[in-house]
């Protein structure tokens, strides 16, 4: 099936078309800044400008920085307030001229890498982690995702936020070179690690092209691999979600 994935993040917006079985882009990714502030009316313009820019008419799936439930959106950390309570499958939809289906962004990376990517055939826990203007989790525990996790929102020991501490946001907007961030974000795995004892990690989104240049400060017991769709797996995932619903209405 050909579906239109979304990513809808803090800083752009991004989509192409996937194809659902082998989670190819099967067009270039188009990017649009994200409007300031971020209100659902202008987020919902700029899909809908996607949507132009591709002459798209069929499904789409968005991957929403936030907690999305039934289609509502649930929580709004780094997009407008106004999205909290907001019906974003009815108002995407509306906007587009198309059906969307909404997920949170970090669940969609993590569908995308569980079908095609780094965990492929992987048991056990799998912690996927998004490391972008927030930072997004996603558990698995034998290929079942646990959806909204919403992890990088817990508290270090420090007494500070996650995602307040060890985003790529944060690396950028106290100028931290990659391995002072790499150890803020070690110590972000740690505490992931005891938690969730996951057996494999991984990680995506802006931060996962730069692997190398931090994975020396990575000294957790589990294995810890940046994503093989790096910060693609967004769109791929959102896709993955809109089949999934499509033959879930289906069945
Ligand atoms: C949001 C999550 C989202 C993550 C990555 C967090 O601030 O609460 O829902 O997955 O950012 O975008």
């Not at 192409?16 to 649009?32: E, F, H, M, S, Y």
């Not at 907690?67 to 906007?95: K, P, Q, W, Y």
């Not at 972000?188 to 802006?206: C, H, K, R, T, V």
Request: hydrophobic share 45%; charged share 20%; net charge neutral.
């Amino acid at each position: 099936m050909h579906i239109l994935g979304v990513d809808i993040g803090g800083s752009g917006i991004k989509g192409a078309i996937v194809n659902t079985q082998t989670g190819r882009l099967i067009t270039d990714r188009q990017r649009i800044a994200t409007p300031q502030p971020a209100t659902p009316k202008a987020v919902a313009s700029v899909l809908a400008q996607l949507v132009r820019y591709f002459q798209w008419s069929g499904p789409v799936g968005c991957g929403f920085p936030a907690a999305v439930h039934h289609g509502v959106a649930r929580t709004a950390a780094n997009i407008s307030s106004e999205f909290i309570g907001t019906d974003i499958d009815r108002l995407f939809s509306e906007a587009a001229g198309c059906t969307c289906f909404n997920v949170n962004d970090a669940d969609a990376a993590g569908l995308a890498e569980m079908r095609f990517g780094e965990g492929a055939g992987q048991n056990g826990v799998v912690l996927l982690i998004t490391i972008g203007t927030g930072l997004g989790t996603v558990l698995f525990t034998e290929g079942k995702l646990l959806p909204n996790t919403e992890l990088g929102h817990l508290y270090l020991e420090s007494g500070q936020k996650s995602e307040h501490f060890a985003s790529d946001a944060v690396r950028k907007s106290e100028g931290l070179g990659w391995k002072q961030w790499g150890k803020r974000f070690n110590e972000y795995l740690a505490m992931m690690e005891s938690l969730f004892w996951p057996d494999l990690i991984i990680l995506g989104g802006g931060a996962s092209k730069k692997f190398a240049k931090f994975e020396e400060k990575i000294l957790v017991d589990a294995q810890v691999r940046p994503a093989a769709f790096l910060n693609q797996a967004g769109i791929v995932g959102a896709a993955l979600f809109a089949e999934q619903r499509i033959h879930a209405a289906d069945s």
